[in-house]
């Protein structure tokens, strides 16, 4: 297997690790600076795009969130037929509508680390970690199933989701709590003067504000490219604050709220079920399958795709949540697909 790299920085130094170490992989990577990635051992060779595209199986475009668009679409532009081209941005609505190529498949890994650079790569940093998958309306299915596996041999798990269900999502559980980390960081400066520094803290501001002030270039950018959804989110926070002050301001006891946010917290195991149906071989099938469910919260855990000796038709089996098969069912005969 032959990877290629767009991009050598920690996530696609550590990409080019975890396919190294854990699938045997042949990684080329494309970057301005990839030294740093050659010396880690996150990749075994540098050139253009034309050189690492040539026979591989697999490219990530890992470039900052502002030129996503331009380097998917110049790997795209060289990739072999049967490369399964994705990128590992934050943002994913602008950067999916942007491309209609059966080869891509929006993607974003929910790891990272404080450092940045190929010299801080690891090969288990995907371990256990989520990876979103967006395909779009004319996603291959089985560029869709090869991805799938893929992560889940770099040791990710990969969960399926509509790209704008994505960005609003990430607006609420990422982007906002940079935002109010933020804010409480100046909110604490501004309380000592402003011009003292930060006195010594207890866990709970330390961990509220652990992200506050964190690569600001990278942030800037992701503000930016998920400006509305941020919005709404902001606005929404603001309303429960108000909320919270006057139910404080009118002496309402706040245990009951503060329990009823921890059973929300708290989060069940799940147990899967396996569904199998037979698909039309037509392009985006199985991506309108995945993201109808998606729009659902459904989230396919694992996939399987087997075409007929005829090619017209494909086996398709999903492992979702046990407790969602039977709406999943439904919305599955509403596309006129049997569940078997």
């Known amino acids: 297997m032959k990877i290629a790299v767009v991009g050598t920085g920690l996530i696609g130094g550590s990409i080019g690790l975890a396919a190294k170490a854990r699938l045997g992989a042949t990684v080329a990577g494309v970057d301005p600076d990839p030294g740093p990635a050659l010396t880690a051992g996150a990749i075994d060779s540098a050139g253009t795009l034309e050189e690492a595209l040539a026979g591989a199986d697999a490219a990530f475009v890992a470039a900052p969130v502002a030129a996503l668009a331009e380097a998917i679409a110049a790997t795209l532009a060289v990739a072999p037929p049967g490369c399964v081209v994705t990128d590992v941005g934050s943002v994913k609505r602008a950067v999916v509508a942007s491309v209609s190529d059966e080869r891509f498949v929006g993607g974003h890994p929910l790891a990272g680390s404080e450092a940045s650079g190929a010299a801080h790569a690891r090969a288990d940093l995907f371990d256990g970690a989520t990876w979103y998958l967006t395909p779009g309306p004319a996603t291959a299915g089985l560029r869709l199933q090869e991805l799938h596996r893929l992560l889940t041999g770099l040791g990710a798990k990969p969960t399926i989701l509509d790209a704008g269900a994505h960005d609003r999502m990430m607006a609420v559980v990422s982007h906002l709590p ?10 604490a400066s501004d309380a000592l003067g402003g011009g003292e520094g930060l006195p010594l803290t207890g ?8 992200v506050a002030g964190a690569n600001p270039a990278l942030w ?4 930016a490219a998920n400006r509305e959804a941020l ?3 902001i606005d929404g926070t603001v ?4 909320a ?3 139910r404080l301001a009118a002496g309402e006891d706040l ?5 009823d946010v921890a059973r929300k917290r708290a989060q069940a195991g799940r147990e899967d079920a396996e569904l199998h149906l037979v698909v039309p071989n037509r392009p985006g099938v199985v991506a309108e399958v995945a993201l109808t469910l998606a729009r659902e919260g459904i989230n396919i855990g694992d996939m399987s795709l087997s ?8 086996a398709l089996s999903i492992w979702i949540a046990a407790d969602r098969a039977d709406r999943a069912v439904e919305l599955l005969a509403e596309l006129g697909l049997a569940v078997s």
């Open 255 to 259: 245990e009951p709220w503060q329990a």
């Open 203 to 210: 866990p709970s501001f330390r961990d509220a504000t652990r």
């Open 231 to 233: 919005l709404s989110e």
């Open 239 to 242: 309303e429960r604050l108000r």
């Open 244 to 246: 919270v002050r006057a």
């Open 220 to 223: 800037g950018q992701i503000y």
């Open 307 to 314: 075409p007929s000796t005829d090619m017209a038709t494909g």
């Open 178 to 187: 940079h935002v109010v980390a933020n804010v409480l960081v100046e909110g």
